[in-house]
Structure formats: C-alpha cells, structure tokens
C-alpha cells in the first residue's frame, strides 16, 4: 500500500496485457485483409475469366463455363481466406512483440524517471 491506495501490479499487468492483445489483434486484422488480395490471386481471376470466355466464345454451353467460374471463384475466396489467415497469424505475433517492447520501454522510462526525482529530492 502506499499513500493509502493499494497497489495491484498483477491486475494492472492483466489489464495492460489484455489491452495490448486487443490492438494487435485490431492491427494485425486490418493489416491482413488488406494484404492478402495479392498479385497470384489477380493473376488466378484473370486467368478463370479468360478460360469462361474462351468457353463461352467456343459455344460451349453455359452451365459449364458457369461451373468453372463457379469453381474458380470458390479456388480464389479459399485462397485468399487461407492466405489472410496466414497473414493474420504473423501480424498478430508482430504487432504483440512490437507492443510489449514498447510497453516495457515505457516502464523502463518511468522507473528510471522516478529514480531520477528521487536523487534530486534527496540532493535538494
């Protein structure tokens, strides 16, 4: 206790932990969407779209080239989910560490902060 108000490090680290999981999480998720629509999966789009034309310009019939389309929307949306999660994950593990070094250079200044007032109490 001091000063009269308890002290409750261990909550005050859980809370501070809990904070920091939530903006990684807030971060490496925005970071993820963004960056998982890559250059393969337009490549992979471009090449379903011409495969449906050139199928649908031979006279083949719709329903097939509907299929394949169908099909390779499906290929792209698993692949990005799939890639996006992977993102995810690596973000997520980056945003933390990047959080909890700066946290811990926060206390760091603040400990060191308080020592320094309290030499120049003490030499005044």
Request: proline share 2%; glycine share 4%.
């Amino acid at each position: 206790m001091k000063g009269g108000v308890p002290l409750d490090s261990e909550k005050d680290s859980d809370e501070m932990t809990q904070r920091l999981e939530i903006i990684a999480d807030r971060r490496a998720k925005d970071m993820s969407r963004t960056l998982r629509w890559d250059l393969d999966i337009a490549v992979f789009l471009f090449a379903i779209l011409i495969t449906v034309l050139i199928l649908l310009f031979m006279d083949v019939m719709p329903e097939i080239a509907g299929a394949i389309a169908a099909v390779g929307l499906a290929l792209v949306w698993l692949w990005g989910w799939r890639r996006g999660k992977q993102l995810y994950k690596s973000l997520y593990e980056e945003e933390m560490s990047k959080l909890k070094e700066k946290s811990q250079k926060t206390v760091e200044e603040t400990i060191e902060e308080k020592v320094q007032k309290a030499l120049r109490d003490r030499r005044q």
